[in-house]
């Protein structure tokens, strides 16, 4: 076969597998979010009898994955398997579900995002491998890394609903050389088929309308920008947060059935303390309060991130995305007077910039603010994003990294070699 003509149907194929791994990807994720939609509120009204059963799903989830799952769990391990190193087994869906579900269930604050990008990277990784033979006889290569790419763009959407910004992000977050660019077609055609099969399922994305806001004023612009200092010194915080709780849970406890147990039973007890559960659950009670102007208060966002970074150190999962936008929605809140801007619109920029500096991404979070929000917000999100990337200092949640998602060098000191102090993602799990 002549290789031009090859190289064109293997993009075709990939293209249409894309699709394929989105539409089960979609199914899938919809299903998992019908029924966070359900638990959610449930968990919510039973605040006070379900919380005391957190060290339960704690233990239960440990066991769990060290039963059956061999370390292959983790966004960290995800991220590894879009550059080649290992592959998501097919069951981690099921761990997802049971481990996530359960953990909201019980009023655990952490987020969804998390579970629904691996369950959409297990079902594009195990496409891969199973289509990965018939491919390489038109010359391609890398199947099951180009199509885990696609599945996690596919869970992203799914859940979130937000097309185009779950594209642009599974895309920075694992971008590597030329198979980033295999990935641009089928992470499309994967995003946008997920988005319409879990639409079909009922899912629909929780969106805000802004008020009138200038079209474009400079000095908004400039401000957006300071916001955004603020927005990517937060999502660094989250970043060391989400380390040094990680860090402290394994030292107290080697075990990680007891670390579990005993991190539920702590975080139980302090989530009751808290407000009476104010902030279980994913947060996005939170951001509608802060939306709506309700009482926010200024500690909120900081509060949020901790219990947040404790509960994914203890051992539980969920994801952290959506406490991103709830701490950052707080957050915009609370500055929204000093910076004399509007309260709505801080809202909207701090949900989209700590997205932003706590994932190392920065065209996802201005399209999921344009998704959720409006794009009539655009110019103050670019610039708020923008600040809020470069005041990350190329840190995140998933661990320190360039823009095109390769690990830093090292930094040399007087001619030594002597790392930042972080721990890379391959030791966190």
């Known amino acids: 076969m002549n290789r031009k003509i090859g190289a064109v149907l293997y993009h075709i194929a990939l293209a249409a597998l894309g699709a394929a791994v989105g539409a089960a990807s979609g199914a899938v994720c919809g299903v998992f979010g019908a029924g966070l939609n359900a638990i959610v509120p449930f968990a919510r009204g039973n605040f006070d009898t379900l919380v005391w059963f957190l060290p339960l799903a704690g233990g239960v989830t440990a066991v769990m994955f060290r039963l059956w799952g061999n370390k292959k769990q983790g966004m960290s391990y995800v991220l590894r398997s879009a550059r080649g190193e290992g592959s998501v087994p ?4 099921a761990f997802q579900f049971v481990g996530t579900w359960s953990a909201h269930l019980f009023c655990a604050s952490v987020g969804r995002e998390g579970a629904a990008m691996q369950i959409g990277a297990a079902v594009g990784g195990g496409a891969g491998n199973l289509f990965s033979r018939p491919l390489s006889r038109l ?3 890398d199947a099951a890394r180009v199509l885990t790419v696609a ?3 596919a869970g992203f959407s799914a859940l979130f609903m937000t097309p185009l910004a779950a594209f642009c992000f599974a895309l920075e977050v694992t971008f590597a050389g030329k198979v980033g660019f295999r990935a641009v077609l089928p992470s499309l055609t994967a995003a946008f088929a997920g988005f319409f099969v879990s639409g079909l ?13 200038p079209v474009f004023d400079w000095l908004l612009v400039a401000k957006s920008a300071g916001l955004g200092v603020l927005f990517g010194l937060c999502g660094l915080f989250f970043s060391f947060a989400l380390r040094a709780m990680r860090a402290l849970f394994a030292r107290a406890a080697k075990n990680s059935v007891l670390r579990a147990a005993a ?3 702590l975080l139980a007890c302090l989530l009751f303390l808290a407000y ?8 996005a009670d939170l951001v509608d309060a802060a939306f709506g102007g309700e009482q926010v208060y200024a500690w909120d966002w900081a509060v949020k991130i901790l219990f947040t970074a404790a509960t994914l150190g203890a051992g539980f999962i969920g994801g952290e995305v959506t406490t991103m936008f709830a701490a950052g929605s707080l957050l915009g809140a609370a500055l929204s ?9 801080a809202v909207c920029l701090g949900y989209a910039a700590v997205f932003a500096s706590s994932t190392g991404t920065l065209i996802a979070p ?5 998704e959720i929000f409006g794009f009539e917000a655009a110019p103050y999100l670019i610039a708020a994003c923008l600040f809020s990337y470069v005041f990350s200092f190329g840190f995140s949640v998933y661990g320190r990294k360039s823009f095109l998602g390769k690990p830093l060098p090292p930094l040399v000191l007087r001619g030594k070699k002597k790392r930042f102090p972080y721990t890379p993602m391959k030791k966190l799990y």
């Open 90 to 93: 097919l069951r981690n869906v």
């Open 337 to 345: 007077d000093a910076f004399s801007v509007p309260p709505e619109l």
């Open 151 to 153: 599945g996690m763009a």
């Open 366 to 370: 201005v399209l999921i603010g344009g």
């Open 276 to 283: 009476n559960g104010r902030y279980s659950g994913l947060g």
């Open 201 to 213: 399922i009922g899912t629909r994305a929780h969106t805000y309308v802004l008020p009138e806001i």
């Open 139 to 141: 010359g391609g290569k």
């Open 263 to 265: 991190g539920g039973v």
